[in-house]
Structures are given as structure tokens and as C-alpha cells.
């Protein structure tokens, strides 16, 4: 197993499907969107989202002024029931359980991953929940895992009080402050994000996102590029990310490895060793901290 400090963001998976999502405007309308990475260096958290493993994350979300305390939600990625196809045209059914646990300052996850060998068509349902479980034809075995939580986010600048919700920023020597996190070897991601509306004009049809990494030392001069496409007078919305993520992808036996086998073998091989039913399907797990703000852009004095 490989323990990495990780950035634990997805702009799709994380920050668009959190409670605060500032996308989630109840309309169909398909609008221009534009997304711009200005880090262009080497990242974790890259090489993770890149990856498209099955991941397992609890995270804090804060959204300043009205949420500073924060709150707890679990975001699940492509945990999807999968079917290998093996030589004889059989399939060998993976399906995953799990239960997440955060309280505040560990993060454990428990995992029951059953599997079968079936011969039914490749392209048929799986029928995990409704027949297996309860016909005893799945071997099932469970694994646990803990990790630190992340630090929760407090942002101290720029200030966001119920008596300036949404303050004016300039875009240029722009200063944000939080509470640092030295033990954060891989940095905070910051994204902006302008979805169209503005003090004065009507509101654009376009979604404007623009992500960079920081080092997590508790103070930045945010680069001018996070600015970019966004007019004078834009509504943004601001979020800071940071996280813990286990990689578990201990082993050497592969897909590949798997299909120079016969079914019989497999199914030998993984009910004498029920730890490789794991190197089958990696994941991921992890714990993650995001905080956020709005405020009004200002590129013209």
C-alpha cells in the first residue's frame, strides 16, 4: 500500500457535486463552458483524477458567510458494479459495499467487496442485489482502513461576515489567507468559477473555471490567470481544497494476469487468497477539506 498526501479535488466529481454547488441552478440549458489549468507542473492530485479509479472520500464543506462551521457529506466515484470477461466467455462479477466514517480526526473506511464466476451473457444485468446476496453463490470479505482526516479550511482573508456577504476584489495582488498546513507536502487547489452573472449586465450564458495549485503555507497572491475570462463586475465563486488519499494498489497480480487463467483457477486463486480480489479492481479513499466564498470581480478602477 502506498500512502501519499494527496489533493483531494475532482472539478467534476468533488467541488460540482458538493451541497454547495453553485452549478445546480434547476436548468437544462447547455451553456459554453470554458476550464483553464494553469498549474502546470507535476500533481498527486493529477495523477489520481487521471486515473479513473473507484473512489471512496468523506469530506468537511464550508461555504462563508453562512456555513463556517462546516458539515460532513461522502462523494463515491465509479464504484459501479463491474464484469470481467474471462477465456471461456464467463464473467467474474465484482460489487462493492462500503461504509464511510469521519469524526474529525481519523477517517475509516469499511469495504466488503463480494465476487462470483457466472456464466451468464456478458451483457446481462447483474443481479447482486437481488438474487446473490441471499443465494450465498458470492464469496464476500471485508477490509478496513484509516486515515488522518483532513484539516478543516477557515479562510481569515479576504474577510466574509454576514455584514459583507459579497465583497468588491481586485483581480491583481490579490491576498487569500487560511489557516496553513505544513504537513500538506502537495498544496491547496484553488478554483474560480463564474457562472454567467454580473452586478450591471444580463447574465451570460457560460461557466468559466479556472484551477491552480498552491503550497498550503496559509498565505497567497492568487495568479492573475485565475481571473481569466471574467469580466469586470463578475459574480465568482472561490474554493480552496485540500486532502488525504490511500492509494491501494499493493500487489503484482493484473488483469492481465487474470485472464491466462481458467475460471476454476480464479476461483481457487481468490478463495485461498481473498486479499487479491483487491488488486482486481483498485481504489481509492480518502478524506477531504473544502471551503468557499463569493464576491463581486473588480479588473477596472
Same mark, same amino acid.
Given at each position: 500500500?502506498?500512502?501519499?498526501?494527496?489533493?483531494?479535488?475532482?472539478?467534476?466529481?468533488?467541488?460540482?457535486?458538493?451541497? $454547495?454547488?453553485?452549478?445546480?441552478?434547476?436548468?437544462?440549458?447547455?451553456?459554453?463552458?470554458?476550464?483553464?489549468? /494553469?498549474?502546470?507542473? %507535476? @500533481?498527486?492530485?493529477?495523477?489520481?483524477?487521471?486515473?479513473?479509479?473507484? @473512489?471512496?472520500?468523506?469530506?468537511?464543506?464550508?461555504?462563508?458567510? %453562512?456555513?463556517?462551521?462546516?458539515?460532513?457529506?461522502?462523494?463515491?466515484?465509479?464504484?459501479?458494479?463491474?464484469?470481467?470477461?474471462?477465456?471461456?466467455?464467463?464473467?467474474?462479477?465484482?460489487?462493492?459495499?462500503?461504509?464511510?466514517? $469521519?469524526?474529525?480526526?481519523?477517517?475509516?473506511?469499511?469495504?466488503?467487496? @463480494? #465476487?462470483?464466476?457466472?456464466?451468464?451473457?456478458?451483457?446481462?444485468?447483474?443481479?447482486?442485489?437481488?438474487?446473490?446476496? @441471499?443465494?450465498?453463490?458470492?464469496?464476500?470479505?471485508?477490509?478496513?482502513?484509516?486515515?488522518?482526516?483532513?484539516?478543516?479550511?477557515?479562510?481569515?482573508?479576504?474577510?466574509?461576515?454576514?455584514?459583507?456577504?459579497?465583497?468588491?476584489?481586485?483581480?491583481?495582488?490579490?491576498?487569500?489567507?487560511?489557516?496553513?498546513?505544513?504537513?500538506?507536502?502537495?498544496?491547496?487547489?484553488?478554483?474560480? %468559477?463564474?457562472?454567467?452573472?454580473?452586478?450591471?449586465?444580463?447574465?451570460?450564458?457560460?461557466?468559466?473555471?479556472?484551477?491552480?495549485?498552491? %503550497?498550503?503555507?496559509?498565505?497567497?497572491?492568487?495568479?492573475?490567470?485565475?481571473?481569466?475570462?471574467?469580466?469586470?463586475?463578475?459574480?465568482?465563486?472561490? #474554493?480552496?481544497?485540500?486532502?488525504?488519499?490511500?492509494?491501494?494498489?499493493?500487489? $503484482?497480480?493484473?488483469?492481465?494476469?487474470?485472464?491466462?487463467?481458467?475460471?476454476?483457477? /480464479?476461483?481457487?486463486?481468490?478463495?485461498?487468497?481473498?486479499?487479491?480480489?483487491?488488486?482486481?479492481?483498485?481504489?481509492?479513499?480518502?478524506?477531504?477539506?473544502?471551503?468557499?466564498?463569493?464576491?463581486?470581480?473588480?479588473?477596472?478602477?
Amino acid at each position: 500500500m502506498k500512502t501519499k498526501l494527496f489533493i483531494v479535488l475532482s472539478l467534476i466529481g468533488l467541488v460540482a457535486c458538493s451541497p $454547495n454547488d453553485p452549478n445546480k441552478n434547476g436548468s437544462n440549458t447547455q451553456r459554453d463552458s470554458k476550464l483553464n489549468i /494553469i498549474y502546470k507542473g %507535476e @500533481s498527486s492530485y493529477i495523477d489520481w483524477y487521471f486515473s479513473g479509479k473507484e @473512489s471512496f472520500i468523506s469530506s468537511i464543506s464550508r461555504k462563508y458567510p %453562512e456555513d463556517t462551521i462546516g458539515h460532513q457529506y461522502d462523494r463515491v466515484l465509479r464504484a459501479e458494479d463491474n464484469a470481467i470477461t474471462l477465456k471461456d466467455n464467463s464473467q467474474l462479477q465484482i460489487h462493492d459495499d462500503y461504509q464511510l466514517k $469521519n469524526d474529525g480526526k481519523s477517517t475509516e473506511l469499511q469495504l466488503t467487496r @463480494s #465476487w462470483r464466476l457466472t456464466n451468464e451473457e456478458q451483457n446481462s444485468p447483474l443481479q447482486i442485489r437481488s438474487k446473490a446476496m @441471499s443465494s450465498g453463490d458470492y464469496h464476500t470479505s471485508s477490509f478496513t482502513y484509516s486515515i488522518q482526516s483532513a484539516t478543516p479550511i477557515s479562510i481569515i482573508r479576504p474577510v466574509i461576515d454576514n455584514c459583507n456577504p459579497l465583497p468588491l476584489c481586485y483581480y491583481d495582488n490579490f491576498i487569500i489567507e487560511w489557516n496553513g498546513d505544513a504537513n500538506n507536502q502537495n498544496g491547496i487547489v484553488v478554483i474560480t %468559477e463564474w457562472n454567467g452573472v454580473t452586478i450591471s449586465q444580463p447574465p451570460h450564458d457560460i461557466s468559466v473555471a479556472n484551477v491552480d495549485i498552491i %503550497e498550503d503555507n496559509g498565505l497567497a497572491v492568487l495568479n492573475t490567470d485565475l481571473f481569466k475570462d471574467m469580466p469586470d463586475e463578475a459574480l465568482v465563486n472561490l #474554493w480552496l481544497i485540500r486532502g488525504n488519499l490511500i492509494d491501494i494498489d499493493e500487489g $503484482n497480480l493484473t488483469l492481465k494476469d487474470l485472464l491466462n487463467f481458467y475460471p476454476k483457477e /480464479i476461483e481457487e486463486l481468490l478463495t485461498d487468497n481473498p486479499e487479491l480480489i483487491l488488486q482486481l479492481q483498485p481504489f481509492m479513499f480518502g478524506s477531504g477539506a473544502i471551503s468557499s466564498l463569493s464576491f463581486f470581480l473588480v479588473k477596472k478602477l
